[in-house]
Nanobody, 125 residues
Framework: VQLQASGGGLGQAGGSLRLSCAASGRTFRSSAMGWFRQAPGKEREFVAAISGGSVARDYADSVKGRFSISRDNARNTVYLQMNNLKSEDTAVYYC???????????????????WGRGTLVTVSS
C-alpha cells in the first residue's frame, strides 16, 4: 500500500494550492483519510480529515474556513484545497489513512497505519 502526496510547492500569502494524495494497493472507501503537517522545528499537527463517504469532515481551528478536504473514491484519492494561504501554513504535508474502517471523530488524535511521504508547501509573504 502506498500513499503518494503531490501538489506542494511555493505559494503566495493569500493565494491557493491544492494537494492530492493518491492511494494504491487497496481502497479506503470505509476509512477516514486526512492530512497532517509538520512545520520546521515544530511537532506534527492535524490539519483535516474526511469520512469514507464524504459525509463528515473535521478541520483544525487554524485552517477552518480556508482549507477544504474532499475525496474521490473512484480515483482512491483525497484532496486538500488550501485557500487564503498564510506564512504559518508553511510545512511538509502528509496524508494518512487507516487499515480498518474508521470515522472522522477523533481522527487527528489517533495513530494511523499508512502515511504518504509528504509534500512541502512554502508560503511566501
Amino acid at each position: 500500500v502506498q500513499l503518494q502526496a503531490s501538489g506542494g510547492g511555493l505559494g503566495q500569502a493569500g493565494g491557493s494550492l491544492r494537494l492530492s494524495c493518491a492511494a494504491s494497493g487497496r481502497t479506503f472507501r470505509s476509512s477516514a483519510m486526512g492530512w497532517f503537517r509538520q512545520a520546521p522545528g515544530k511537532e506534527r499537527e492535524f490539519v483535516a480529515a474526511i469520512s469514507g463517504g464524504s459525509v463528515a469532515r473535521d478541520y483544525a481551528d487554524s485552517v477552518k474556513g480556508r482549507f477544504s478536504i474532499s475525496r474521490d473514491n473512484a480515483r482512491n484519492t483525497v484532496y486538500l484545497q488550501m485557500n487564503n494561504l498564510k506564512s504559518e501554513d508553511t510545512a511538509v504535508y502528509y496524508c494518512a489513512a487507516d487499515y480498518a474502517p474508521s470515522t472522522v471523530a477523533g481522527w487527528g488524535r489517533r495513530e494511523h497505519n499508512y502515511w504518504g511521504r509528504g509534500t512541502l508547501v512554502t508560503v511566501s509573504s
